[in-house]
């Protein structure tokens, strides 16, 4: 058996692989090496979750951000963004249409948009808990103080997604103009301490980034050991500083879902709008290889287009509900 074959073995019976063999292995992977890791992948996922795939309601309710991020389409700098914050009975009004379509988590995601104070978002999430005590509320609206984080908590909110981008810090520092990479893992490792389920992760095909600082976001995963992993890949958007930069590729990005399944087999892991925006069966795909989490949009068809992170994102002109059974036909299609 060869090298690698051992290694895919090993990760497959074990869920663990020194930084050195991750290394090795993203360095030397074939085509046909990469169809043995989805297929254990796979069967771990399903030993794990059989075939359930989990769907959560994203509403993206900011694309204000007073962060700089070179790679993101709604950086603060980049000014032809037209920019949109919906209101709190605004976000009210798509958590009621989610809940009429089946969606029992709801994720509130915007750029870093201080208009909504720590008192606006408290009486937001209890509205949402008073109306639907039986909903999952997650957050994904970036850093804010530790006592901030404490009282979206104690007021209902059960999740929070804060992927670490990369977990090389010279890297990370060089995209995050206006951030520390040492602030990000501190609110990671607050979050957790304070009793949220934790999504972390990253992003595949970063300008400069190496098989080696691949392994170590997965090292870093199997430290932190998140509740959910996100994982996408990096697609160039044309008015930010990496607009003509190469981006992730499709191959590459499955190849990080399933190790992460494998190293961390318990994690939820979505098969991200990126990779559907990558390639047409792009979430199936992720589905395939050891993802199980669907994320589709409940943002008002009105500003979707707005919360452009990059060109030509899936779903732009769709309504709620073209999502909602466009995505059902899609994971029943693919097996699950
Ligand atoms: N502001 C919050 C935060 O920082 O966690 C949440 C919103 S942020 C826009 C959501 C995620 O979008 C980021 O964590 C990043 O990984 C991803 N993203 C941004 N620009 C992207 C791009 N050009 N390609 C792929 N993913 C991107």
Redesign the pocket.
């Known amino acids: 058996m060869s090298n690698l074959l051992n290694l895919l073995e090993k990760i497959y019976q074990t869920n663990d692989l020194t930084y050195k063999e991750i290394t090795y292995l993203l360095e030397n992977i074939t085509n046909e090496d990469r169809e043995v890791l989805y297929n254990y992948a796979l069967k771990t996922k399903q030993a794990y979750y059989g075939d359930k795939v989990y769907l959560r309601g994203l509403i993206e309710f900011s694309n204000i951000?007073r962060?700089d991020?070179l790679?993101?389409?709604?950086r603060a700098s980049n000014a032809k963004v037209e920019r949109y914050r919906l209101t709190p009975e605004e976000i009210i009004g798509c958590c009621d249409q989610g809940y009429e379509l089946g969606y029992r988590t709801f994720v509130l995601?915007?750029?870093?948009d201080l208009w909504y104070t720590e008192e606006i978002l408290v009486a937001l999430i209890q509205e949402i808990k008073k109306r639907y005590p039986e909903v999952a509320i997650t957050l994904?609206?970036?850093?804010r103080r530790v006592e901030t984080y404490q009282s979206l908590f104690a007021s209902g909110a059960d999740r929070f997604?804060?992927?670490h981008?990369t977990a090389s810090k010279e890297l990370y520092e060089t995209l995050h103009p206006t951030m520390r990479f040492d602030d990000r893992r501190a609110c990671l490792s607050a979050l957790k301490e304070i009793g949220y389920q934790v999504g972390a992760?990253?992003?595949v095909g970063l300008p400069g980034q190496t098989p080696a600082d691949l392994a170590e976001d997965l090292r870093y995963l199997m430290e932190l050991r998140p509740d959910m992993i996100?994982i996408?890949?990096?697609?160039?958007?044309s008015e930010?500083p990496?607009g003509t930069e190469k981006?992730g590729t499709i191959k590459d990005t499955l190849v990080m879902v399933a190790l992460a399944r494998l190293l961390i087999p318990e994690s939820l892991i979505p098969a991200t709008t990126?990779l559907g925006t990558l390639h047409p069966q792009g979430r199936e795909l992720a589905l395939k290889a050891g993802a199980n989490v669907v994320m589709p949009i409940i943002t008002p068809t009105s500003v979707r287009k707005q919360y452009a992170?990059?060109e030509n994102k899936i779903c732009g002109d769709d309504h709620p509900e073209d999502c909602r059974y466009c995505i059902e036909r899609r994971i029943q299609a693919a097996g699950f």
């Open positions: 951000c962060q991020c790679y993101c389409g709604i995601q915007s750029g870093e994904s609206i970036g850093e997604l804060m992927r981008e992760g990253f992003m996100g996408g890949p990096f697609i160039p958007h930010t990496l981006g990126a992170l990059y």
